[in-house]
């Protein structure tokens, strides 16, 4: 079992920046993969960024160039740092682990935090 606890969401400007961090519990040493999804109000859920056990990551192309997915295994913490935000980027933000290595942003997780809700206004 991997528990996940989401925090750093709020409210900010348009062009601003955020960044979230995930602090994972449990049965980590088992996780190949890890990642941030969102889901905006009326909206289905998206894959924001992914990162890999060997380090790779994958973004979504609406967030390419504007966030940074980084994790610190010491501290078995997973980031995703968000900059140049927009209003479109108003969600709630999950973080998720998976058993299986991640070659794509729509990866498939096994375990899910509770969200954090990120607000940008224009």
């Known amino acids: 079992q991997v528990q996940l606890v989401e925090s750093g969401g709020g409210s900010v400007q348009a062009g601003g920046s955020l960044r979230l961090s995930c602090a994972a519990f449990?049965?980590?040493?088992?996780?190949?993969?890890m990642g941030w999804f969102r889901q905006a109000p009326g909206k289905g859920h998206e894959g924001v960024a992914t990162?890999?056990?060997?380090?790779?990551?994958h973004y979504a192309d609406s967030v390419k160039g504007r966030f940074t997915i980084s994790q610190d295994n010491a501290k078995n913490t997973l980031y995703l740092q968000m900059n140049s935000l927009k209003p479109e980027d108003t969600a709630m933000y999950y973080c998720?682990?998976?058993?299986?290595?991640?070659?794509?942003?729509?990866?498939?997780?096994?375990?899910w935090g509770q969200g954090t809700p990120v607000t940008v206004s224009s």
């Open positions: 998720a682990a998976g058993y299986s290595y991640c070659a794509e942003v729509d990866a498939r997780m096994n375990y």
């Open positions: 990162v890999a056990s060997d380090g790779s990551t």
């Open positions: 449990g049965s980590t040493y088992s996780v190949d993969c």
